[in-house]
């Protein structure tokens, strides 16, 4: 069985600080995982994903995560947070064939002037 | 736009009618799904399509929700006597057959049962 976990449901962050989104995963098979990004009244938008190349993903917007096997963990980093980070994320994590896409409960990022 | 898109964007219906929303994904996309979110929590996973064959239906799918995806292209999720509990936002995604791919979503319909 596959899931997720979003250790934080709230981060709060200064602009121009580091930003880290946690998320663990739970995978009968070797997974891929994505980050997805949401801002009120959009759609989800792919920030990255890791599909068993390099461990560490580079997404847009100057965002990363590393795939930690030991860890089962895949968090989400950015050295500076900007105001338009502020949105929701989502961790994803799916099996190889794609048959479905597991969601975390989502981070809430808020980002202080 | 070459995105997915949804339709309605809003629909709001009285309890007991039916709805229809319907979907149309990426045109080279083989896969579909459908997904419901609701207020606070993360999406969750409704049924899959390959082509037009329906794979995989939650067992939050009850008997009241039916989905199609006639010719392989756009699909429709309609949901019969709507209660309350069935607001929520659905969305619908689409990727391709090959794996480690990611799913492309459209921006949902929202749906609200009074």
């Known amino acids: 069985a596959q899931s997720v976990t979003q250790l934080d449901s709230h981060v709060s962050v200064s602009e121009g600080t580091p930003v880290l989104l946690r998320c663990n995963y739970s995978s009968s098979y070797s997974p891929s995982l994505f980050w997805y990004v949401q801002h009120p009244n959009k759609g989800l938008q792919l920030l990255l994903k890791y599909t068993s190349a390099a461990t560490l993903v580079k997404g847009i917007n100057g965002f990363e995560a590393e795939f930690k096997k030991s860890e089962t963990s895949f968090h989400l980093t950015k050295p500076s947070a900007h105001m338009s980070d502020a949105a929701e994320y989502f961790c994803v994590v799916s099996v190889a064939w794609g048959n479905q896409f597991y969601f975390g409960t989502g981070t809430s990022l808020t980002v202080i002037p | 736009d070459t995105g997915v898109s949804q339709d309605p964007r809003h629909k709001i219906t009285k309890r007991g009618q039916n709805v229809t929303f319907r979907c149309d994904p990426i045109s080279e996309h083989n896969r579909l799904y459908w997904y419901r979110q609701t207020l606070g929590q993360g999406p969750e996973f409704l049924t899959y399509?390959?082509?037009?064959?329906?794979?995989?239906k939650s067992r939050l799918l009850s008997d009241r929700f039916s989905a199609e995806r006639p010719k392989g292209s756009f699909s429709t999720l309609e949901i019969q006597r709507t209660e309350q509990g069935d607001s929520a936002m659905y969305l619908c995604?689409?990727?391709?057959?090959?794996?480690?791919?990611?799913?492309?979503f459209g921006q949902g319909t929202r749906l609200t049962v009074v």
């Open positions: 399509f390959q082509n037009e064959a329906q794979l995989e």
């Open positions: 995604a689409s990727s391709l057959g090959s794996t480690n791919t990611e799913a492309f």
